[in-house]
C-alpha cells in the first residue's frame, strides 16, 4: 500500500480536517488493489488532523479484514483510559460540590451575621429594661467586635424581663458560636 496524497484542509481558524489518498489496497479476493480516500475527524491543530485521518485508514483496514491489529498494551491503555476518565470526572464533581458548598456556607454566615445584628439591635435598644451590660470587646483577630452582651441578672429568673435578657443573651452566644 502506498500513500498518494496527503492534503490538510484548514476549514476556519484552529479547526482542521486531514484528506489521505491510499492506493494498493488489497480487495477481498486477494488478487486486486484499489484506491480509497480517508477523511479524518476536525481537530484544533494540523498533526492531530493528520493523525485522525490515519485513524480512519486504520479502522477501514481492520473492519475489512485485510490487517489485524494485536497490541500487547492495549488492554492496559484501556484501562488506565478509563481510571483516567472517572478520575477527572470525579475532580470535577468534587469542584462542583466545593463550590456549591463554599457558596451556601456563605449563605450561612450571613443568616448568622443578619440574626447577631438583630440581636445586637434589640438588646442595644432594651438595655435600659433589662438586666445586661453592654460593652465593646476587641476578638482574638484585633477586629472590633460590635458589642459584648453580658447577663447581669439572677442565676434563675423568675420576673419576664430577666427571662429575655437571659434567653437574648444565650441566643446571641449561640449565635456567635456558629460563626
Do not use: W
Request: aromatic share 8%; proline share 6%.
Amino acid at each position: 500500500m502506498i500513500i498518494d496524497d496527503r492534503e490538510i484542509l484548514e476549514i476556519r481558524p484552529n479547526d482542521y480536517s486531514c484528506k489521505i489518498q491510499v492506493s494498493g489496497i488489497p480487495c477481498n479476493d486477494g488478487r486486486d488493489r484499489t484506491t480509497k480516500t480517508f477523511y479524518g475527524d476536525f481537530a484544533p491543530t494540523p498533526s492531530q488532523a493528520v493523525e485522525n485521518a490515519y485513524n480512519e485508514v486504520l479502522k477501514y483496514l481492520t473492519s475489512e479484514n485485510i490487517i489485524d491489529i494485536n497490541d500487547f498494551n492495549y488492554p492496559a491503555l484501556l484501562h488506565t483510559k478509563k481510571d483516567l476518565d472517572e478520575t477527572v470526572a470525579r475532580l470535577m464533581m468534587a469542584d462542583f460540590i466545593e463550590t456549591e458548598y463554599d457558596m451556601s456556607l456563605s449563605h450561612v454566615k450571613s443568616g448568622y451575621n443578619i440574626i447577631l445584628s438583630k440581636l445586637d439591635d434589640i438588646s442595644m435598644k432594651l438595655s435600659d429594661v433589662l438586666p445586661t451590660t453592654i460593652s465593646h470587646q476587641p476578638d482574638e483577630d484585633n477586629e472590633q467586635v460590635p458589642i459584648n452582651v453580658q447577663y447581669t441578672g439572677p442565676a434563675n429568673p423568675n420576673e419576664p424581663c430577666a427571662v429575655l435578657a437571659k434567653f437574648l443573651v444565650d441566643l446571641r452566644k449561640t449565635t456567635i458560636s456558629f460563626m
